[in-house]
């Protein structure tokens, strides 16, 4: 490959390069230099992390990503199980920097968590009321039966976070995004979780009834041997299927399809749901009558399974759906395993997994329950406010490069081109964690934002009250503006990164923002490569076939022209062409023939546009910084002197995907997935990489694909 020459370079021997250099020196494949980058880069950067990294046992799959996950669990564990960090000083909100009254309230937020946390793990008194929470929530739910409507059973299941025969939640307008409106969602919350699963006729009659009789005999004690179970499950069964055939295709999008009907006349479109009387219930005191936004097909259809099937058989969808959403809160293995491991077979996945750890289920809870708290205690071990200045910059580097690419693109007509910087100006970054809407670094703050919440030593009645303020403070946004400044529930905690097409933001949560992503001691080729890559990907899904149907507010409106949707359709084609082509292994196995895997590129479409653009839009931003910071020559990583600094940003966009897949995980995969594969991911964006190309040398430097 082409090397820095005759140039002595100075290596940067702090602590965060030392860590990352040793990261990716041990990961490159034991013979690199004899591997090809411009045909097989994906092995040369990541063939030793496959030989470093097995597939944890309770997993079927591993990636960088995934290590990700693992530190910040283990990190949210030491925070959880450990004291209150008193001596920490960093950044402004840390506690030695705290005033007094802050300071106490910081602490009592703390014994909040703690509690949530410790109520989890307390497995002895979770095992000694067995499924009894259940047994009574049943009984609790009973009581709604028998009324007019569907409204009370709903209403319940609502409040448990259950989806039972329509989800009913507030969101931004689509055709007015500085306002609030309540939308009943086309869902109806299955078993076995996909309607393809209900069309083999023979494996819910010998698998799934069989499972669902044992949990419904489990969870009514006193009628066991009065009721047929298994004649109940068998027309549960029936139902479950005559609603999965109600609902639309995975790629349908509903939100083109929905309607507008005022509050008043919703009850006459879907009669017998009571939806108007659910949105009276959790709707705050004051507001009048609001506009429901419903996919109208869905719902009449529904009312129409509903009505032809016996009361009984619908009440019992109830208990079902009330025994899914809470058996996660009781301990009770045997009652439930059969079910999970079903699932999984449905799903293609074979492997036997030992029990998730408990310490791991607890923290997962104590995110749901009280995130924000457990957010605010994050960030103070793992991410500065320094770290914070710099990935805002590296953010709005990629923005401005998105700016000045839309400028110049020779197929774009004026008034779109003008739309899309409009749309870019317009973006909300959101990055690390909030300090407004809310400010985690405020401890009054944090404080209010869990005022009616009910914290007891009790598991499942911590779960309970958890979920149902949930429901209260969506709804409480009926009546308000749309704030945009908000975070809604993307924790700092959260190890992924989002667009989000009806407000137009990009979130990047400090999860993400960890090694080796992102370091606020890295050099600058490392940061853009792995993290700039990864937003300049968000950003995209603004300009992409379906960004284009939201504009900058986040309004459901196509801005862009024929001419343009017709042109950015001809370079598609490119694409699905290309990952069509485009083959790949599991990696599981050593020494061994792997199995060959053929892509859909059709269906990572998508995905593999934005991959394309961001890599592009990080390459520009560093090369923008670089050009604003004196165009400078960075230190160089040790074991890494070889490297120039434009093939360090390429090799730590490598390794961000560097990764691995059981055979079951990898047909699962690319069965339900719209990403393709880590390697494709690896192997198709620096094919349509031109900087790559002339990086490495490449005899052919135009990129295989291009949007922009």
């Known amino acids: 490959m082409v090397a820095l020459k005759n140039i002595t370079r100075a290596l940067c021997t702090t602590p965060a390069c030392l860590e990352i250099a040793d990261y990716y020196v041990k990961n490159l494949a034991p013979n690199y230099k004899d591997i090809d980058p411009c045909t097989n880069f994906e092995e040369m950067v990541c063939g030793g992390w496959r030989d470093r990294y097995d597939i944890p046992s309770d997993q079927t799959s591993n990636d960088a990503i995934s290590l990700i996950e693992q530190k910040v669990d283990d990190e949210l564990r030491i925070v959880l199980e450990g004291q209150y960090p008193v001596g920490s000083k960093h950044s402004h909100f840390s506690p030695r920097n705290l005033h007094a009254r802050d300071l106490s309230v910081d602490q009592q937020n703390f014994e909040t968590m703690k509690a949530v946390y410790n109520s989890c793990m307390d497995e002895d008194s979770i095992k000694k009321l067995g499924i009894s929470p259940i047994v009574d929530l049943i009984g609790e739910l009973r009581k709604t ?42 869902t109806v919350g299955l078993g076995l979780q996909m309607p393809d699963f209900y069309v083999d006729t023979t494996m819910l009659t010998n698998d799934y009834v069989p499972v669902l009789a044992n949990i419904l005999r489990a969870v009514h004690p006193n009628d066991s041997s009065a009721t047929n179970f298994t004649e109940q499950a068998r027309r549960l069964v029936q139902f479950e299927t005559n609603l999965a055939a109600l609902l ?25 749901l009571g939806v108007s009387k659910i949105i009276a219930a959790l709707a705050p005191p004051g507001i009048p009558s609001v506009e429901v936004l419903v996919y109208a097909p869905f719902l009449a259809n529904l009312t129409k399974v509903i009505d ?276 790949v292994s599991a990696n599981d196995k050593k020494n061994v023939t792997q199995r060959k895997y053929k892509l859909d590129g059709r269906k990572t479409l998508g995905e593999n546009e934005a991959d394309s653009a961001g890599i592009f839009a990080a390459f520009d931003s560093w090369k923008l910084r670089r050009k604003l910071n004196g165009d400078k020559t960075e230190l160089a990583l040790p074991g890494l002197e070889d490297w120039t600094d434009e093939q360090l940003f390429f090799l730590a966009y490598g390794n961000f995907w560097c990764g691995k897949y059981s055979d079951d995980a990898m047909q699962i995969r690319l069965k339900q997935d719209v990403h393709a594969p880590n390697a494709a991911r690896v192997q198709g964006t620096t094919a349509n990489s031109r900087a790559f190309k002339e990086a490495f040398g490449c005899k052919v430097k135009e990129p295989t694909c291009e949007l922009w």
Request: net charge neutral; charged share 25%.
């Open 145 to 186: 039966f028998g009324r007019d409507d569907w409204s009370a059973p709903i209403l319940f299941a609502q409040r448990l976070g259950a989806t039972s025969l329509t989800s009913v939640y507030v969101t931004n307008d689509f055709d007015k995004p500085d306002l609030q409106v309540v939308v009943a969602e086309p």
């Open 248 to 272: 639309p295709p995975d790629d349908f999008d509903f939100v083109e399809a929905l309607t507008r009907v005022p509050t008043a006349k919703i009850d006459a479109l879907v009669p017998g």
């Open 308 to 583: 032809a099937a016996p009361r009984s058989t619908v009440e019992l969808l109830f208990v079902w759906r009330t025994i899914l959403a809470s058996r996660a809160y009781v301990v009770a293995d045997e009652i439930f395993d059969p079910l999970l491991k079903l699932r999984r077979k449905l799903y293609g996945d074979n492997s036997v997994r030992p029990p998730t750890p408990r310490w791991k289920t607890c923290v997962g809870f104590v995110g749901d329950s009280v995130g924000w708290i457990l957010s605010r205690f994050f960030i103070e071990n793992t991410f500065s406010a320094r770290d914070r200045e710099i990935s805002n910059q590296i953010v709005a580097d990629v923005r401005e490069v998105y700016i000045q690419k839309f400028k110049t693109v020779p197929w774009m007509d004026e008034s779109t081109r003008t739309k899309a910087i409009e749309k870019i100006d317009l973006l909300e970054q959101k990055i690390g964690y909030p300090t407004e809407n809310p400010n985690i670094t405020d401890p009054e703050t944090i404080r209010n934002l869990y005022g009616g919440l009910t914290v007891t030593s009790s598991y499942f009645r911590n779960a309970m009250s958890a979920t149902n303020k949930s429901i209260i403070d969506n709804f409480a946004r009926l009546g308000k503006a749309t704030d945009r400044k908000g975070w809604g529930i993307s924790f700092p905690t959260i190890v992924n990164a989002f667009y989000k097409r009806q407000t137009n933001e990009i979130d990047f949560p400090a999860g993400i923002l960890q090694a080796p992503v992102f370091g606020g001691d890295y050099p600058s080729a490392v940061n853009y490569g792995a993290f700039g890559a990864v937003a300049g990907h968000e950003a995209s899904h603004g300009f992409d076939i379906n960004g284009g149907k939201f504009d900058g507010t986040g309004r459901l409106v196509n801005w862009w022209s024929d001419e343009v949707t017709k042109e950015y359709k001809k370079r598609e084609q490119c694409f699905i062409s290309q990952f069509n082509n485009i083959t």
